[in-house]
């Protein structure tokens, strides 16, 4: 009797994934830190852009309501494969949006691929998402590590900065941004003087800080995000680094520069692939994002919203939710909105500009998040990784 | 001249560092302490605390006008009150029942805590200034201290011996180490335990708070602040025995040193040196380096 309850439970869970694929709700599933150090940077101000390209695409898409499911990793990856792997399978999930951590989406790509749905990776920075680990279903939206590094460390190497000091979050993340960036610092013939490795949240740098300023090199590369990034440039500050070295940080966010101030951070210089104050397009977005969170988006942000407006684009030409029509349109589209202009490589890249920014001093900045200039707009083909460097092989058929 | 290949300059400075956050860890493994010591809590909402001082010095700035000087005085009062509210709401109840109780109400507390904060002020922090009379630094010869680094430890000090005699050496120590041994007696001559040791939560959570307030200008102000530290003041007390006043301040500072040192010398396992020594200690002298065996 149980196991034919059980048998009928499973026919009927089965029965109901293979259903919804077609007919019914189409359902796209965000995962992402919706609580922790990341949650600022995308989290549930994330998930509503979602739902926002979804309103703004009028609700509904081939005759059928869009519905967006919303979840909290954590920041564990075996978290979001599971919540992964519970949509895909019990509601049918179209298609999945991955936020914030690197570890999160390289194991939310795996699930995605082995359940043949498409995985677009907005807020996790490993290159490894479109390279060593590509997948066919797996699109690569907003920026990676490579090319936060080749934004940051060319234009500084170029600018007569030529020795560098690496100050490297401990972790998977930390290592390839590190590694990315020294690669482009020897490529434009800079040197690497040193690294120090810091644990994930660590509160205090002065020591790692110390070492650094011995090292006698002219660029402290800050290999680290979030709140490891804002209390180091803190020490920074403090301790007079910033008088004797320019400090350049690999990946920043709009909400750390607000967190810290401009007083803490003027003059540095990051990578990044949008500001809201770039274009009227852009403009008009964050105005519309400031009327409800009293703060301005980060680049995630509007890649959230940008990538499934795009996704449904694509159902839309495509005419279905079938995962491999669906990631056929969208790497066969041109992408031209506020977010970017752009185009999704046969590796799941999608290639288009990318800035490198300066903080503005507190006197040149008049209104409130008027915090960055454009010091110069990098074309996505020198931005990424090109396709002689990549090893993925859907590249060299 | 060198140390262990390392050069002297650069020991030294490790050194004065490891002190600092030492300085920090004495703080509050010292109210930590306390509270085990005269209650028998385990408060595990002693990082939540010194997160909640920390942001009222900002609130108190960004709302209120009141600045570092005043917060440095107001915070831990505004947060000691708190506590105290803490103790008669909750804990009251659960002198009689197993420790764990209090652990796990104390935990759940600092969660809420942290949720409500996240929930206010997001999860990227605050950031607050260096006071004008203490920002600047001090060309040491060795390294640039900045003066408000040194400040830190001056205040931290301070407050660690004072406690200390407090409870070790006056007539109100006496009595709250009475109290503990044996409330009945203590309350048979006329002390009023239970308002003691409502005061006494009060006083932990303000010591929490007061590093809160310092630790402000220092790093971000961040809701999380109180949850990335706590984990290792526990260590810090574990080593030092559970309850044991001077031995809390001294593991607190000692502890800080080695972590500081093991940054130059093997900065990998900075983050796990002090759980290394806790193992070690747990295993040798089961009741800390201070503590007495029971």
């Known amino acids: 009797m149980k196991l034919k309850t059980l048998v009928a439970a499973l026919a009927i869970g089965f029965g109901a994934g293979a259903f919804a694929q077609n007919t019914g709700p189409v359902r796209i599933g965000f995962i992402t830190d919706m609580s922790s150090l990341y949650a600022d940077i995308d989290g549930p101000a994330g998930g509503e852009m979602i739902k926002w390209a979804a309103q703004d695409f009028g609700g509904k898409v081939l005759n059928r309501p869009i519905e967006v499911l919303t979840a909290d990793h954590q920041n564990k990856a075996d978290v979001a494969s599971s919540k992964a792997r519970e949509w895909m399978d019990k509601e049918g999930l179209s298609v999945l949006i991955g936020g914030t951590n690197s570890g999160t989406s390289l194991a939310m790509s795996k699930v995605s691929t082995e359940k043949k749905r498409p995985f677009i990776a907005i807020g996790a920075g490993s290159a490894r998402l479109t390279n060593e680990d590509c997948s066919p279903y797996t699109v690569h939206y907003a920026y990676d590590t490579v090319s936060l590094a080749k934004v940051a460390g060319t234009a500084l190497v170029k600018a007569g900065n030529k020795s560098w000091y690496f100050l490297t979050a401990d972790y998977a993340f930390g290592y390839s941004l590190e590694s990315d960036a020294a690669n482009v610092v020897k490529a434009n013939g800079g040197t690497v003087a040193g690294a120090a490795r810091h644990p994930l949240n660590a509160s205090d740098f002065s020591a790692f800080l110390l070492q650094a300023q011995s090292s006698k090199a002219q660029i402290l590369g800050l290999a680290n995000a979030g709140g490891d990034f804002t209390n180091a440039m803190k020490a920074a500050k403090e301790f007079g680094i910033t008088k004797t070295m320019k400090v350049a940080g690999l990946l920043v966010f709009i909400n750390d520069v607000h967190s810290l101030g401009l007083a803490n951070t003027e003059g540095l210089q990051l990578a990044d692939s949008w500001y809201w104050n770039q274009d009227d397009a852009s403009r008009k977005f964050a105005k519309r994002f400031f009327e409800k969170y009293k703060r301005m988006p980060s680049s995630l942000q509007a890649a959230d919203y940008s990538a499934a407006a795009n996704y449904l684009k694509a159902v839309q030409t495509a005419g279905t939710t079938d995962s491999d029509k669906v990631m056929g349109t969208l790497k066969s589209m041109k992408f031209d909105d506020f977010y970017s202009k752009g185009q999704i490589r046969a590796d799941g890249r999608m290639i288009h500009d990318m800035y490198l920014f300066e903080v503005k001093s507190s006197k040149d900045s008049s209104t409130p998040w008027d915090y960055y200039k454009t010091i110069a707009k990098i074309p996505g083909e020198q931005a990424f990784t090109t396709v002689a460097e990549s090893k993925c092989a859907l590249l060299k058929k | ?294």
Not at chain 2, 14 to 24: E, I, K, R, S, T
Not at chain 2, 238 to 262: A, D, H, K, R, W
Not at chain 2, 282 to 287: D, E, G, I, N, V
Request: hydrophobic share 60%.
């Open chain 2, 1 to 294: 001249m060198e140390i262990f290949g390392i050069p002297l300059q650069a020991f030294l400075g490790q050194l004065l560092l490891g002190l600092v956050n030492g300085a920090f860890y004495a703080m509050l493994s010292l109210g930590l302490a306390v509270i085990f010591g005269l209650l028998g809590v385990v408060n595990f909402a002693h990082g939540a605390l010194y997160m909640l001082g920390a942001f009222a010095a900002w609130i108190m700035l960004n709302k209120f006008g009141i600045n570092y000087w005043g917060a440095l005085l107001l915070a831990p009062l505004t947060v000691g009150l708190l506590g105290v509210v803490i103790e008669r709401l909750f804990l009251k109840h659960l002198y009689k029942l197993d420790p764990l109780y209090g652990l796990l109400l104390t935990f759940g507390l600092a969660l809420i805590f942290e949720g409500i904060f996240r929930e206010l002020y997001g999860a990227s922090g605050q950031n607050y200034d260096v006071p004008e009379l203490l920002s600047g630094a001090t060309n040491l010869g060795f390294m640039v201290l900045p003066n408000y680094r040194a400040w830190v430890v001056l205040v931290s000090l301070l407050v660690c011996l004072g406690t200390w005699y407090l409870i070790e050496r006056t007539r109100l120590g006496a009595y709250l180490r009475a109290g503990t041994e044996n409330a009945a007696l203590v309350q048979a001559f006329g002390v009023n335990v239970p308002l003691m040791v409502m005061l006494t939560y009060g006083a932990g959570a303000a010591l929490a708070a007061l590093a809160g307030v310092l630790a402000a200008p220092i790093i971000q102000v961040n809701p999380l602040m109180g949850s990335n530290l706590i984990i290792v003041v526990f260590a810090v007390v574990v080593i030092g025995g559970m309850g044991s006043i001077m031995g809390s301040i001294l593991t607190g500072l000692g502890l800080g040193v080695v972590e500081g040192l093991t940054r130059v010398f093997y900065p990998e396992a900075s983050s796990i040196v002090v759980f290394v020594i806790m193992v070690i200690v747990l295993m040798f002298r089961p009741a800390g380096l201070f503590g007495k065996e029971a």
